[in-house]
């Protein structure tokens, strides 16, 4: 483990966990990166892959948390393509030459590989995650009408996390956000209100028409990336309000490229979609703090003697500081490789790159212990991105 950091004194540190399928595991490797220099959440927040990501979190202890999170990883990709291994250890055997050669091939291996294990994903299914339906999407209840079958993800989560220790009070805050599908509402399990259960974190990630949507006490949801993909607002919102530090990790960029091929275009539309609100709800608060500023200056102005006979100037003055929230920012870039089946392209050796982005991201983003450091004060809010160019 890498030397621990000093952590300013904050009363919660949160952890934000987009939805984005195989992209998942570069959360992992946040999470690595994170344990590295003693940095443990206290709340974890999460989104579809986010979800299942957080139950195995929230599910361990902290020394066992990146372990168990490789095995869920390692469980639901498949294992590395020998194909593409004999082809490019083959290559070694040229020298300087052979070199070349290999990052060339390493680059159209990765396309070709990682399109034929999305295809396979989407006949076969994934190892302890889903299978697909016989005669799908067929029709009958709202359980059961979908391209797969999820009943294997629960066995898997019920495998590696412990839910006793989910649900323990204090461990840890969890929360999941998933869509009502009869009222299109969206909501959030939190173990803090609920005892929570595979089924929650199963219904944060119950995308359709892929997945069915999942009942729970006589309602059915859906993938919380419905109606949003990101939970960072909800833990702006939560009261009371506490000093929060919040590494927020997104799979997909809002930024990107202008596309030129069809493919190039179904890719740039997920990156768009599911990349909703983080930008949205930074800028709002940054918004915000701009109107706090504003008032406190009007009041500033507001003669001492005036303000000391009027107990209402202060409680306005603590309401305007409040709490202060540091937003760590973390965004996985698309490799030059990926397309648009990314999202679905469990193959083992894109896990792992994946997840090296994450720690790698982590490792650097630290470098610089002063993003960690609280807003100052008269500063309820800061930002500091982290772009990672693939």
Known sequence: MAKALNIPNYSRVAL?????????????????????????????????????????????????????????????????????????????????????????????????????????AMVEGQHGFFTPRPLAPGSGTPATTSFYETSAVIQTLERLADFDRINQSGEMRVSVGATNVKSGNFVYFDNTQMKLKPEHFLASGA???????????????????????????????????????????????????????????????????????????????????????????????????????????????????????NCIHLIYKNKPTEGHYKDFEFSRETMNLHWDSGRDDVRRTLENPQCLELPPPGENFVTYDVHRDA
């Open 16 to 120: 934000v966990l987009q939805g984005g399928g195989a992209l998942g595991s570069y959360q992992a490797g946040i999470v690595e990166g994170l344990y590295e220099v003693g940095i443990h959440p206290t709340w974890v927040a999460g989104i579809s892959i986010g979800a299942l990501n957080a139950a195995i979190i929230a599910g361990n202890a902290p020394e066992k948390r990146v372990e168990k999170l490789r095995e869920f990883w390692e469980t639901i990709c498949r294992p590395p393509s020998t194909a593409a291994s004999v082809m490019l250890s083959a290559l070694d055997m040229f020298g300087p030459a052979g070199a070349t050669m290999r990052e060339m091939a390493q680059s159209a291996s990765e396309k070709m590989f990682g399109s034929m294990a999305a295809m396979r």
């Open 207 to 325: 995308l359709p028409p892929g997945f069915p949507a999942v009942e729970i006490e006589g309602e059915f949801y859906w993938d919380g990336g419905c109606v949003s993909n990101t939970p960072l607002e909800y833990i702006l919102n939560t009261t009371p309000h506490k000093d929060t530090l919040v590494f927020q990790v997104d799979l997909w960029s809002a930024s990107g490229r202008i596309p030129t091929d069809v493919f190039q275009i179904m890719e740039r539309m997920k990156d768009i979609q599911y990349s909703s609100k983080t930008r949205g709800v930074t800028n709002s608060v940054h918004a915000l703090q701009q109107m706090r500023q504003i008032l406190w200056d009007t009041i500033e102005r507001i003669p001492v003697a005036v303000r000391k006979k009027d107990p209402w100037f202060d409680a306005l003055a603590k309401r305007l500081y409040g709490a202060r929230y």
